[in-house]
Every structure is written in structure tokens, then in C-alpha cells.
């Protein structure tokens, strides 16, 4: 067995060696075009095997073979010693260089021969093989079990997870139809105020046009001793204010009515999406919902008369496509799941 001085010397060198990084030994700033790059992969060879024998068990080698590996050391580590002290400020530093990287190849190559046939063994003794794969085993099967456990798990768990997405979705579509519903019924109160408007100024335009109408008859009258041509320039002047304030209410009249009748479908839109929910929260079977479905797409879609709008009547024709685009797609998400 390896005396506690040998260890010790032995440790200390490696730890002299390995005081220096590769990088640093093999260039420097201070060495201008001069370096070490030819001998990198030797010197990480060297390093490789002083990092293994820092976490052997080497007071388990015996003290001659130990005392050679010192010996082999020695040699190499003093070389690094003089690479690093390496300076191009000195006479032929060339052939100094060149020869540094013959003796230090040598060295590390001579130290190899000798060190690398105590490693397996060290490395060997360091664990015991026998209960590193009892271990090995005791830790497949342990896996083995827990990964039978986690299938159970999820096995049991995929119910809930499938029952909680299904309650999602629901949610989703629930929460979406209330933010329609809600938009539908925000649009038919703007209407209303708006139609408000546009009856107010049809009654004030009737009123203006009634008003002026009288104020024609006094302000402007035809005398008895007026010509022909004044009688049609009067006539004419009439005729055109009164037209104009006419049109004007009829228009507004139109605008009062096209804007009620917008009302009427938003809200009718609106009420179908709220009957919706309340189908929906009253049946969990998926046939009945879908049926709602239809018939509330239907509802919003189809243009349904009013009794505002002159001549309107519905077209049912026009939303089959709809409907059948929404049943697709329905039934394109339930191929997908």
C-alpha cells in the first residue's frame, strides 16, 4: 500500500500541473506569433489523467508502482514550469519553443505508458460494480412500478380530464353566445335611440312643411291683378318649398322606419340567443342542442319581416347554406376529437 507521503507528493504534483489551463499554456499575448497549438491535444491527454487520478483511490496502489508514476510525473511537470515561463525575449526563442514541445510530447507520452494501466483498476476499486448493478436493477424495477402506477393514474384521471374539457368547451360556447346575445341587445337600445331621432324629426319636418304651407297662402298670395307669368312664378315658388320640405319628411319618415325595423331584428336576434341558453342549461343531450342550434341559426339569419319596411317578406332560401356550413364544420370538430 501507497505511503500518506507518496499520496500527498503524488496529489501536490497533479495539482502543480493542472494549475494552469490548456489555453493559457499554448498561447499567450506576450509570444507575439509563437505558441503552443501543435502539442494541445497532448497536453489534454496529460490533463485527462491527472483529473481521473484526483478522484481515485490511489493509496490503494503500491508504493513502488506509486513512486514510479511520481517519478514519470516529475519530469513533465517541470516542463510545464518552463512553458509557462516561456518569453520571446530571449536568444533564439524558435529553437527554444521547438524544443519545449519535443521534451514535453516525450515526457507526457512516457508518463502514459507507465499511468494508464493503474486506471481501470483504480477506477474499478473506487465502486463496487456487483451492488452499482443491483442497484441498477433495484432502480429499473422501481421505475417498472412507478410507471405502471402513473398508467393507472391517468387511466382514472382521463375521465375527469375528458369531463372537465367537455365543461370547458360548454363554457366556451355559453360565455360566446352571451357575448352575441349581449352585442345584439347593445345594437337594438343604439337603434332605438336612433329611431327616436329620426321620429322626432319627422314630426318636426311635417310641422315645418304645414307651417310653411299656411305662411305661403298669407305671405305670398296671388293677386287678382297679377299676369300670368306672375301667377306661375308664385305657383312655381310653392310648389318648390313645399316639395322640398315634403320630400324631406318623407325621407326622415323612411329613415325612422328602416332604423325601428333594424331595431326589431337585432332584438329578435338577441331574445333567439338568450332562448338558446336556456335550452341549452335545460338538456345535456347533444341531439336537442343541435337542434336548437339550427333553429336559432335560422332565426338570426333569416331575414324575418318587421311590418316597417314596405313590401319585405322573408327568404329562407338564402340561409341553407349557412346552416349547412355550420353543420359541417360541427361535424369536422367531432371527427377531430
Given amino acids: 500500500m501507497a505511503s500518506e507521503n507518496s499520496i500527498k507528493k503524488y496529489n501536490e504534483l497533479i495539482d502543480d500541473c493542472l494549475k494552469t489551463k490548456t489555453a493559457e499554456l499554448i498561447n499567450s499575448s506576450d509570444w507575439g506569433k509563437f505558441n503552443f497549438e501543435d502539442i494541445e491535444a497532448e497536453l489534454n491527454k496529460l490533463f485527462q489523467m491527472l483529473n481521473h487520478f484526483k478522484t481515485l483511490p490511489i493509496e490503494l496502489l503500491p508504493e513502488a508502482e506509486l513512486t514510479k508514476l511520481i517519478t514519470g510525473l516529475t519530469t513533465p511537470k517541470a516542463t510545464l514550469e518552463r512553458i509557462r515561463t516561456f518569453t520571446i525575449d530571449q536568444q533564439n526563442p524558435k529553437g527554444v519553443r521547438d524544443q519545449l514541445a519535443i521534451e514535453i510530447v516525450s515526457e507526457i507520452d512516457a508518463f502514459y505508458t507507465t499511468a494508464h494501466l493503474w486506471i481501470p483498476y483504480l477506477a474499478y476499486q473506487k465502486g463496487d460494480v456487483q451492488k452499482n448493478i443491483a442497484d441498477l436493477n433495484n432502480s429499473v424495477k422501481n421505475a417498472s412500478s412507478i410507471l405502471e402506477k402513473t398508467k393507472e393514474e391517468v387511466q382514472t384521471k382521463k375521465e375527469e380530464i375528458d369531463s372537465v374539457v367537455l365543461a370547458a368547451k360548454e363554457a366556451s360556447a355559453t360565455v360566446g353566445v352571451g357575448h352575441f346575445s349581449s352585442n345584439f341587445g347593445d345594437e337594438a337600445e343604439a337603434l332605438k335611440n336612433n329611431a327616436f331621432w329620426w321620429l322626432i324629426s319627422t314630426g318636426a319636418l311635417a310641422v315645418i312643411t ?47 322606419k328602416a332604423t325601428i325595423h333594424q331595431m326589431t331584428i337585432n332584438k329578435h336576434r338577441s331574445n333567439s340567443l338568450r332562448t338558446f341558453q336556456a335550452f341549452i342549461k335545460a338538456s345535456n343531450e347533444v341531439s336537442t342542442r343541435d337542434a336548437v342550434l339550427m333553429e336559432t341559426t335560422k332565426s338570426i339569419f333569416t331575414n324575418l319581416p318587421s311590418g316597417y319596411i314596405d313590401n319585405e317578406r322573408s327568404a329562407p332560401s338564402n340561409n341553407t347554406s349557412i346552416i349547412e356550413v355550420i353543420k359541417n364544420t360541427s361535424d369536422i370538430v367531432k371527427k377531430a376529437e
Fill in 210 to 256: 304645414l307651417l310653411i304651407t299656411i305662411g305661403l297662402y298669407f305671405f305670398l298670395p296671388i293677386k287678382d291683378e297679377a299676369s300670368t307669368a306672375q301667377i306661375i312664378q308664385v305657383l312655381s315658388t310653392k310648389i318648390i318649398l313645399i316639395t322640398v320640405f315634403f320630400t324631406a319628411t318623407l325621407w326622415a319618415g323612411k329613415m325612422y
